[in-house]
Antibody, heavy 124, light 108 residues
Framework: QVQLQESGPGLVKPSETLSLTCTVS????????WSWIRQPPGKGLEWIGY???????NYNPSLKSRVTISVDTSKNQFSLKLSSVTAADTAVYYC??????????????????WGKGTTVTVSS | DIQMTQSPSSLSASVGDRVTITCQAS??????LNWYQQKPGKAPKLLIY???NLETGVPSRFSGSGSGTDFTFTISSLQPEDIATYYC??????????FGPGTKVDIK
């Protein structure tokens, strides 16, 4: 049973860089896409971006200029960096696995395994 | 960008009631649409993928339908453990994901 666990500082100062890591256990990081999603207090879910195990990435256009997602296959981990944070970046941050299936004509994707989430507060 | 709307934003129903939530995309997304359940303080959980396929282990009272721009999520008989917020999620041909704003379901 694959499990994901987010880790990182719970408090980040404004203008600094938020850094989180997601550790994958019970399975390999290979052959999947891995994603970050966040949820501000009392609000809905926002997709941040994903990385394929080989290293290719895709980001939410609204966050693209500040986001970097990387992967370390030797440690079965992937990481999120969000620069120049403000109070608006305060949220619960989730990591998730993107699985999929299909054929040459059509492929379907879904986030089937999620971490429990970690709360990050941006405050001085 | 593809925008997603959900209605209603919240609802209150009795145990055993049939509950229906709609999700609308701003453009045709075929059936690239998933549904998630999020209970308070918990991570989201996948219920339905590609509009109508039930994730393994999910009770059969949950179902989804639709294609193109209009989608429906149904709980055929609401149970107390179904109290949660439900989100639709779409992805486009660039594999950019967007969540709907969510529908909060309560027991009357």
């Amino acid at each position: 049973q694959v499990q994901l666990q987010e880790s990182g500082p719970g408090l980040v100062k404004p203008s600094e860089t938020l850094s989180l890591t997601c550790t994958v256990s019970g399975g390999s990081i290979s052959s999947y896409y891995w994603s970050w999603i966040r949820q501000p207090p009392g609000k809905g879910l926002e997709w941040i971006g994903y990385i394929y195990y080989s290293g290719s990435t895709n980001y939410n256009p609204s966050l693209k200029s500040r986001v970097t997602i990387s992967v370390d296959t030797s440690k079965n981990q992937f990481s999120l960096k969000l620069s120049s944070v403000t109070a608006a970046d305060t949220a619960v941050y989730y990591c998730a696995r993107i699985d999929g299936y299909g054929d040459d004509l059509r492929y379907y994707y879904y986030m089937d395994v999620w971490g429990k989430g970690t709360t990050v507060t941006v405050s001085s | 960008d593809i925008q997603m709307t959900q209605s209603p934003s919240s609802l209150s129903a009795s145990v055993g009631d049939r509950v229906t939530i709609t999700c609308q995309a701003s453009q045709d997304i075929s059936n690239y649409l998933n549904w998630y359940q999020q209970k308070p303080g918990k991570a989201p959980k996948l219920l339905i993928y590609d509009a109508s396929n039930l994730e393994t282990g999910v009770p059969s009272r949950f179902s989804g339908s639709g294609s193109g721009t209009d989608f429906t999520f149904t709980i055929s008989s609401l149970q107390p453990e179904d109290i949660a917020t439900y989100y639709c999620q779409q992805y486009d041909n660039l594999l950019l994901f967007t969540f709907g704003p969510g529908t909060k379901v309560d027991i009357k």
